[in-house]
């Protein structure tokens, strides 16, 4: 953090200069979702979510990383001046882009994800408001994906953490155009640039941009290990390890395995009628606790251990 801190701090200092005196990063050119699906060919960045409600959302999480590594360096000064300007941004924002109930200016999912998931949204109302928003637009449009670069690393995290496990799963799961499994279909062994690189008929999408090795569409990966598998960090470098599997989408059984820097991490959960088995691996040096889908806790030991809880399955086919 030392190390890059200047490089960070530079980066925010120049966006305060490009931004309105009201704190929105209003100005310039932007690339927005870029290949939100709903763009045409041959203009990737003509996506349906302002783009400058991203760059400003954007302005708003990079300050906040700002001022925390500013905290962690012990840069008390500037803690405080980069947290206040967050906090002006946030409020800018909410004002400028969020309307009454939580609805957005961008009535889109790549919107609602991005204020979801850089808690750019005031208070749980809101929050949850927004996350029901989200909901019912990922089930309007047939839970195909209707994000591009921006939304798509947020938009299952964002349903998740509003408490709609369900849609995301059906998100997840869906195989026509456009969706993860779509490429699947068509043999694909990497991750495409465009959601229909090749589109249904076998043809190559005509756009000026079109790469079959690309990763940045994969990036639902991350809810893949932290929500499915259910294996992620409470605390820096994995010296707190929690495992919390969320079982959904007729899936039965989900694993994965992360070499952290205390040795290595390991969750396999299988799902029954009535239980929930979780085998976990907490390596030496790393504590590790199991939260289940009811609310409870079970604090593990150093090794490999094997828990069951009861867990009445909702469809395991």
């Given at each position: 953090?030392?190390?890059?801190?200047?490089?960070?701090?530079?980066w925010?200092?120049?966006?305060?200069?490009?931004?309105?005196?009201?704190?929105?990063?209003?100005?310039?050119?932007?690339?927005?979702?870029?290949?939100?699906?709903?763009?045409?060919?041959?203009?990737?960045?003509?996506?349906?979510?302002?783009?400058?409600?991203?760059?400003?959302?954007?302005?708003?999480?990079?300050?906040?990383?700002?001022?925390?590594?500013a905290?962690?360096?012990?840069?008390?000064?500037?803690r405080?001046?980069?947290?206040?300007?967050?906090?002006?941004?946030?409020?800018?924002?909410?004002?400028?882009?969020?309307?009454?109930?939580?609805?957005?200016?961008?009535?889109?999912?790549?919107?609602?994800?991005?204020?979801?998931?850089?808690?750019?949204?005031?208070?749980?109302?809101?929050?949850?408001?927004?996350?029901?928003?989200?909901?019912?637009?990922?089930?309007?449009?047939?839970?195909?994906?209707?994000?591009g670069?921006?939304?798509?690393?947020l938009?299952?995290?964002?349903?998740?953490?509003?408490?709609?496990?369900?849609?995301?799963?059906?998100?997840?799961?869906?195989?026509?155009?456009?969706?993860?499994?779509?490429?699947?279909?068509?043999?694909?062994?990497?991750?495409?640039?465009?959601?229909?690189?090749?589109?249904?008929?076998?043809t190559?999408n005509?756009?000026?941009?079109?790469?079959?090795?690309?990763?940045a569409?994969?990036?639902?990966?991350?809810?893949?290990?932290t929500?499915v598998?259910?294996?992620?960090?409470?605390?820096?470098?994995?010296?707190?390890i929690?495992?919390?599997?969320?079982?959904?989408?007729?899936?039965?059984?989900?694993?994965?395995?992360?070499?952290?820097?205390?040795?290595?991490?390991?969750?396999?959960?299988?799902?029954?009628?009535?239980?929930?088995?979780?085998?976990?691996t907490?390596?030496?040096?790393?504590?590790?606790?199991?939260?289940?889908?009811?609310?409870?806790?079970?604090?593990?030991?150093?090794?490999?251990?094997?828990?069951?809880?009861?867990?009445?399955?909702?469809?395991?086919?």
């Amino acid at each position: 953090l030392a190390a890059q801190y200047d490089s960070a701090r530079r980066w925010v200092d120049l966006i305060t200069e490009l931004a309105d005196e009201s704190g929105l990063w209003n100005r310039g050119y932007q690339l927005g979702d870029w290949l939100d699906p709903f763009a045409p060919p041959d203009d990737p960045g003509a996506g349906r979510t302002d783009r400058h409600l991203i760059a400003s959302a954007y302005y708003a999480w990079s300050l906040r990383h700002v001022a925390w590594t500013a905290a962690v360096l012990g840069r008390e000064d500037e803690r405080r001046r980069y947290e206040e300007l967050a906090d002006r941004v946030r409020r800018t924002f909410v004002a400028e882009y969020v309307g009454p109930g939580g609805l957005m200016t961008s009535d889109t999912q790549t919107a609602y994800a991005v204020a979801l998931q850089f808690d750019l949204l005031p208070g749980p109302a809101t929050r949850a408001a927004a996350g029901r928003r989200l909901a019912d637009l990922v089930a309007a449009g047939g839970h195909t994906i209707q994000t591009g670069f921006i939304g798509t690393p947020l938009v299952a995290p964002a349903l998740s953490a509003t408490r709609h496990d369900d849609s995301a799963y059906a998100l997840l799961l869906q195989q026509e155009c456009p969706s993860w499994l779509y490429a699947l279909k068509h043999d694909a062994t990497t991750v495409w640039e465009r959601w229909d690189s090749m589109l249904p008929d076998g043809t190559v999408n005509p756009g000026e941009m079109t790469s079959f090795n690309h990763y940045a569409l994969g990036a639902v990966a991350q809810w893949l290990h932290t929500t499915v598998a259910g294996l992620d960090a409470s605390a820096p470098g994995y010296r707190e390890i929690v495992f919390r599997p969320r079982p959904g989408g007729g899936l039965t059984w989900a694993s994965a395995v992360h070499e952290s820097p205390y040795g290595r991490v390991a969750i396999r959960w299988e799902l029954g009628q009535t239980e929930l088995t979780v085998k976990t691996t907490v390596p030496t040096g790393a504590t590790g606790r199991i939260e289940w889908p009811d609310g409870g806790v079970t604090f593990l030991p150093t090794g490999t251990t094997s828990t069951r809880r009861h867990h009445l399955a909702s469809d395991p086919t």
